[in-house]
């Protein structure tokens, strides 16, 4: 079970950090992500973190602005989210899988509910 936190309304140029609590004994395991569902859209890649927290990966529109990490021994990864955007306003989800991490929503094996950001102009 992951669950996430830390969402909210903000103004452009603010700042977020969520965070992702997982359950079970394998934590570090997993390849986790971040995705995110704008309004209307279909999910989107946000950022991956290996399984020791050693590489991060991001697309474009928020590499420099937004930083992944992980603490396996809390079971938890987190994402700042800086210089925020009002086309950064989705509802982000985390997500983990077994070993290798990946860019593509329906592959991750568990998906949280996720946690409302907007951001207004």
């Known amino acids: 079970q992951l669950v996430e936190s830390g969402g909210g309304l903000v103004q452009t140029g603010d700042s977020l950090r969520l965070s992702c609590v997982a359950s079970?004994?394998?934590?570090?395991?997993?390849?986790m992500a971040w995705f995110r569902q704008p309004p209307g859209k279909e999910h989107e890649f946000v950022a991956a973190?290996?399984?020791?927290?050693?590489?991060?990966f991001y697309p474009e529109s928020v590499k420099g602005r937004f930083t992944m990490s992980r603490d396996n021994a809390k079971n938890t990864v987190y994402l700042q989210m800086n210089s925020l955007k009002p086309e950064d306003t989705a509802v982000y989800h985390c997500?983990?899988?077994?070993?290798?991490?990946?860019?593509?929503?329906?592959?991750?094996?568990?998906r949280g509910q996720g946690t409302q950001v907007t951001v207004s102009s």
């Open positions: 973190i290996t399984l020791s927290g050693s590489n991060t």
């Open positions: 079970g004994r394998t934590f570090s395991s997993y390849a």
């Open positions: 997500a983990a899988t077994p070993g290798q991490h990946d860019s593509v929503w329906r592959l991750y094996k568990y």
